[in-house]
């Protein structure tokens, strides 16, 4: 799948590390619902290929992403587009489910990253990141994850 396919996304590969660069730099890459589709899309692509190994997202130009696009969600609202809204939402629950689905410890060692980065320093970080990860690799959902993984069945993570 080439770039030149997405109008709002590009998609590269490199020595095994996918890339997908939100595309709209005149606008700060803010999200419009052709965006959202092309990003599942190509999201998806990279996740099956198995020269895949990482996915980097980034923003072409000075910004990732300034979030959603108010032009578009004007209009959105002004025309009362319920058969949009109901497609964000889907997107949104699909979502959901995924990270619902992922091990909670993990989930949550990420959020607590997240929050974390507001106050902390670069080295602070790093160290949290070391922490986070040993304590994701030491956890029964780790031992979970690849069990299920060998033997070929859903993961049911405990938060442990």
Not at 7 to 26: E, F, I, M, W, Y
Not at 45 to 61: C, K, Q, S
Request: proline content about 2%.
């Amino acid at each position: 799948m080439a770039s030149e396919s997405f109008q709002t996304v590009a998609v590269s590969v490199d020595h095994s590390v996918g890339t997908l660069t939100l595309n709209r730099p005149d606008k700060l890459n803010a999200f419009t619902a052709a965006m959202v589709d092309e990003g599942l899309a190509a999201l998806r692509h990279l996740v099956e290929r198995d020269d895949v190994r990482a996915i980097l997202i980034t923003g072409a130009g000075h910004g990732f992403c300034a979030g959603a696009d108010l032009d578009e969600l004007k209009l959105v609202l002004a025309q009362d587009d319920t058969a949009l809204a109901r497609r964000l939402v889907d997107v949104a629950r699909s979502w959901a489910r995924h990270i619902a689905a992922a091990p909670p410890l993990a989930v949550h060692l990420l959020k607590h990253a997240v929050y974390l980065s507001e106050r902390a320093t670069l080295d602070e970080m790093l160290d949290y990141e070391l922490e986070a990860q040993l304590a994701c690799f030491r956890s029964e959902d780790a031992r979970e994850g690849l069990d299920a993984f060998f033997a070929k069945r859903t993961p049911h993570f405990h938060g442990r």
